[in-house]
């Protein structure tokens, strides 16, 4: 068994049995019996995931998502969009794609963002135009909205890092990050942010990771003639660490997961 793609960097799955049908985690996480999640900022619009970090995100917090192109990243970027527009919270989203791309690969996952709008900082078609060129207006913008709507609970969905480290030094581009992740914990704000699997050294990738508060990887594995897609929480602030994988599948109703053990 091996891992699909790049393997220079990540730790290969823990043996065990083969997977769970009970629904409890190698962890010792039971996901049958944990309350469904109360709502809030927080919610990561995944109701499985949001059982797994015990309610959701946390508050004021950073939140990086780590896989392959295709793997589903900006998935859960569209619901903890979608699920925070719902609840009334301000919705930034920065893609460096047009709108009208984004909306598209939204409804393959049964999501309706033409209703209620985030507020995009998009390439095309949003509020506010982004130029990936100009790191300084990216900064000034972000921190602007973040004032103008200090009174209300906030979401930043972020699909550009891996762009931005493409074209910049990394250490540019870690104080950047730095300094807007402490601007947006000033104010009511969950930041979501993805990066790109394989496009990044590996002490690049973890000088990201260690600014964040939160880091989900999704990993395609083989096992066999399958590859299978896997998911684990590498860290989470206020919950214990969880070694343990989860098998994962993307449908229109959502994302479904269970227990995954060798």
């Not at 100009?134 to 913008?141: C, G, K, M, P, V």
């Not at 209300?152 to 992740?181: A, C, G, H, K, W």
């Not at 969950?190 to 989900?216: I, K, N, S, W, Y």
Request: neutral net charge; hydrophobic residues 40%; glycine residues 10%.
């Amino acid at each position: 068994m091996k891992w699909a793609g790049d393997r220079q960097f990540w730790h290969e799955i823990p043996s065990g049995k083969g997977p769970s049908t009970t629904g409890t985690s190698d962890t010792g996480i039971d996901l049958t019996r944990l309350s469904p999640p109360q709502g809030g900022l927080a919610s990561s619009g995944v109701p499985a995931l949001d059982r797994l970090l015990a309610d959701g995100y946390p508050d004021r917090s950073a939140v990086l998502v780590v896989g392959p192109p295709g793997i589903g990243k900006e998935a859960l970027g569209y619901w903890f969009t979608q699920t925070g527009l719902v609840q009334g919270d301000f919705c930034l989203y920065v893609t460096r794609l047009s709108v009208r791309e984004v909306l598209q690969d939204v409804k393959g996952f049964g999501i309706d963002m033409q209703q209620k709008v985030p507020l995009w900082l998009a390439s095309d078609g949003g509020q506010i135009k982004y130029d990936v060129n100009d790191l300084a207006a990216l900064s000034f913008n972000i921190k602007d909205v973040l004032k103008k709507n200090s009174s209300r609970r906030i979401r930043v969905v972020v699909d550009v890092l891996s762009s931005l480290l493409m074209l910049n030094q990394p250490e540019t581009i870690y104080r950047f990050l730095d300094q807007l992740l402490a601007d947006a914990k000033q104010y009511d704000a969950v930041v979501f942010a993805t990066l790109e699997e394989g496009m990044h050294r590996p002490e690049v990738l973890a000088a990201m990771q260690q600014l964040f508060d939160g880091v989900v990887e999704m990993r395609l594995y083989e096992e066999g003639l399958r590859v299978l897609p896997l998911l684990r929480v590498r860290k989470m602030r206020g919950i214990p660490p969880q070694p343990g994988y989860f098998n994962f599948t993307l449908t229109r109703e959502g994302m479904e997961m269970s227990p995954y053990v060798k």
